[in-house]
T-cell receptor
Framework: AQSVTQLDSQVPVFEEAPVELRCNYSSSVSVYLFWYVQYPNQGLQLLLKYLSGSTLVKGINGFEAEFNKSQTSFHLRKPSVHISDTAEYFCAVTPSNNRKLIWGLGTSLAVNP | NAGVTQTPKFQVLKTGQSMTLQCAQDMNHNSMYWYRQDPGMGLRLIYYSASEGTTDKGEVPNGYNVSRLNKREFSLRLESAAPSQTSVYFC?????????????FGQGTRLTVV
């Protein structure tokens, strides 16, 4: 069975510092990978996705993620965070053989001044 | 373009009461989903509908029923609410005919059962 592990439940960081939110997955088939962001009291929205091609993908708001097949990881990074990046971040995968979204438990990013 | 619209945004129920959460999407998506979100537990799939006329159970279907009324609308019903159903509920839709299974979410319904 497939699974997604977000290695940090909470990440506190100071404004303008770099951040990395870690995501690992387990799957016996190829997968498509997603990061979603949930701002306080809102629904989730897509931040970025990896379907194929270049393993470095860029998303909205200056975020990027790198797909590492050998390490089965899809870590999210931003070189300099803003207060407005404070949110919950979810990693998700879709196995190529069943199209279902499998979710991580989320990482709460708190950006402090 | 409204995307995914959920109603109501907030609701307080007494134990044993029933209610229906409404969801509609205007993106012509085939697939629709109901999730619940609880602290520390991420998103858990309650029910999904791969296409109009079909529904399937997700991880946590007990205590819920769904109706895929047409391609646009997918409702979630709590027949006899319990405090354990206090949660934030999200409806989502996606187009799974293609590789890209990006899901679009509504704003959520905050339900409290007392």
């Amino acid at each position: 069975a497939q699974s997604v592990t977000q290695l940090d439940s909470q990440v506190p960081v100071f404004e303008e510092a770099p951040v990395e939110l870690r995501c690992n997955y387990s799957s016996s088939v190829s997968v498509y990978l997603f990061w979603y962001v949930q701002y306080p009291n809102q629904g989730l929205q897509l931040l970025l996705k990896y379907l194929s091609g270049s393993t470095l993908v860029k998303g909205i708001n200056g975020f990027e993620a790198e797909f590492n097949k050998s390490q089965t990881s899809f870590h999210l990074r931003k070189p300099s965070v803003h207060i407005s990046d404070t949110a919950e971040y979810f990693c998700a995968v879709t196995p190529s053989n069943n199209r279902k979204l499998i979710w991580g438990l989320g990482t709460s990013l708190a950006v402090n001044p | 373009n409204a995307g995914v619209t959920q109603t109501p945004k907030f609701q307080v129920l007494k134990t044993g009461q029933s209610m229906t959460l409404q969801c509609a999407q205007d993106m012509n998506h085939n697939s629709m989903y109901w999730y619940r979100q609880d602290p520390g537990m991420g998103l858990r799939l309650i029910y999904y509908s791969a296409s109009e006329g079909t529904t399937d159970k997700g991880e946590v279907p007990n205590g819920y029923n769904v109706s895929r009324l047409n391609k646009r609308e997918f409702s979630l019903r709590l027949e006899s609410a319990a405090p354990s159903q206090t949660s934030v509920y999200f409806c989502a839709s996606s187009e799974v005919d293609r590789i890209n299974t990006e899901a679009f979410f509504g704003q959520g319904t905050r339900l409290t059962v007392v």
